[in-house]
């Protein structure tokens, strides 16, 4: 961008048309915001400031940005043509609230936030102050660590902004070696809890596993669990409800009987997360075909109240006088 001849800074072809580099500077030193500021700069960007409060957010800002000063939130925005704030949710409307009240945004300067919950709505104070704003949430899980701007290659970014500066959203994202997906500023909220239901639900799924399989004696349970799991995860990309395995889409009531025992006795806290995922499992196989009406009312039956259907506890054997699997 060259920001010393005139221009009309919602013009798209003026976005457009920008070769020259911005300079960058970012609004909250989490794990986002140094990790993209410092892909823009391989781009030929050039960040000129952070701010960040906690020690952690300082010592990233080192890492990624080094020789990048640390200075408020307001000097970034004098300092910057292209200012990232990369800070949470609940956090981000009264700070574009706050930075317009007090007169740090200036026009013509690029606004971005990367909240994946919020459109470009939520910079509308800056936006009446002449801002140009954007939403750009990059579809990825952050470390902290360098190897976060390696992982961007490829990454989708679930873009919103006005039709005048798409162009210039999507040569961001590209810059970053990104994919550009557009997301209505109404659909972000859905767009967002599916992201939070795949990633971050995945990650306390994973982790429970390796807790489980630590107390049954396993050595590894990463080196275990990571084959398993990719080949999973892999299949289920392939071919969604198709990809379903294990004891749930079989209907096989008394094996997720036992488990529900064996997590009672061991792991209680992981009950209720075991049984809603049962559910949910057992609901998709039915609407899919993949589990037989025929074979589920058993199964059904121990997700509903943790026990089998029959009245026993969870796990717990037969009579003499009764076969496995027989109503009482």
């Given at each position: 961008?060259?920001?010393?001849?005139?221009?009309?800074?919602?013009?798209?072809?003026?976005?457009?048309?920008?070769?020259?580099?911005?300079?960058?500077?970012?609004?909250?030193?989490?794990?986002?915001?140094?990790?993209?500021?410092?892909?823009?700069?391989?781009?030929?960007?050039?960040?000129?400031?952070?701010?960040?409060?906690?020690?952690?957010?300082?010592?990233?800002?080192?890492?990624?940005?080094?020789?990048?000063?640390?200075?408020?939130?307001?000097?970034?925005?004098?300092?910057?043509?292209?200012?990232?704030?990369?800070?949470?949710?609940?956090?981000?409307?009264?700070?574009?609230?706050?930075?317009?009240?007090?007169?740090?945004?200036?026009?013509?300067?690029?606004?971005?936030?990367?909240?994946?919950?919020?459109?470009?709505?939520?910079?509308?104070?800056?936006?009446?102050?002449?801002?140009?704003?954007?939403?750009?949430?990059?579809?990825?899980?952050?470390?902290?660590?360098?190897?976060?701007?390696?992982?961007?290659?490829?990454?989708?970014?679930?873009?919103?902004?006005?039709?005048?500066?798409?162009?210039?959203?999507?040569?961001?994202?590209i810059e970053m070696g990104g994919e550009p997906e557009w997301i209505e500023e109404e659909a972000r909220p859905l767009y967002h809890a599916a992201l939070a239901l795949g990633a971050n639900h995945l990650v306390t799924l994973v982790a429970e596993a390796m807790e489980l399989l630590a107390k049954a004696g396993v050595t590894a349970p990463d080196r275990m669990l990571g084959p398993l799991l990719g080949a999973a995860l892999d299949n289920a990309l392939r071919s969604g409800d198709a990809a379903l395995t294990g004891p749930v889409a079989r209907g096989d009531a008394g094996t997720v009987a036992a488990h529900v025992g064996e997590l009672r006795a061991h792991a209680p806290q992981m009950v209720a997360g075991y049984l809603a995922m049962a559910r949910a499992t057992a609901d998709r196989a039915l609407a899919h075909g993949l589990l037989k009406p025929e074979s589920a009312e058993d199964l059904l039956g121990v997700l509903a109240d943790g026990t089998r259907s029959t009245g026993r506890p969870a796990g717990s054997a037969p009579t003499d006088d009764e076969e496995p699997g027989e109503p009482r």
């Open positions: 961008m060259n920001t010393t001849s005139p221009r009309d800074p919602t013009d798209p072809l003026d976005a457009r048309n920008r070769p020259a580099r911005l300079t960058v500077g970012v609004v909250g030193a989490g794990r986002v915001g140094p990790a993209l500021a410092a892909s823009l700069q391989l781009a030929g960007h050039r960040p000129v400031a952070v701010s960040g409060v906690s020690e952690a957010s300082r010592r990233r800002a080192a890492a990624l940005l080094p020789d990048v000063p640390l200075v408020t939130p307001a000097e970034v925005l004098a300092r910057a043509d292209l200012v990232l704030l990369t800070v949470p949710d609940d956090t981000l409307p009264g700070l574009v609230q706050g930075l317009a009240d007090t007169g740090a945004v200036r026009p013509g300067q690029l606004l971005v936030h990367t909240s994946g919950r919020y459109g470009t709505r939520v910079l509308d104070p800056a936006l009446r102050a002449g801002a140009l704003p954007l939403a750009i949430h990059p579809a990825m899980t952050f470390t902290g660590t360098p190897v976060d701007v390696q992982r961007l290659a490829g990454c989708s970014f679930g873009v919103t902004a006005p039709e005048e500066l798409r162009l210039a959203a999507e040569a961001l994202v």
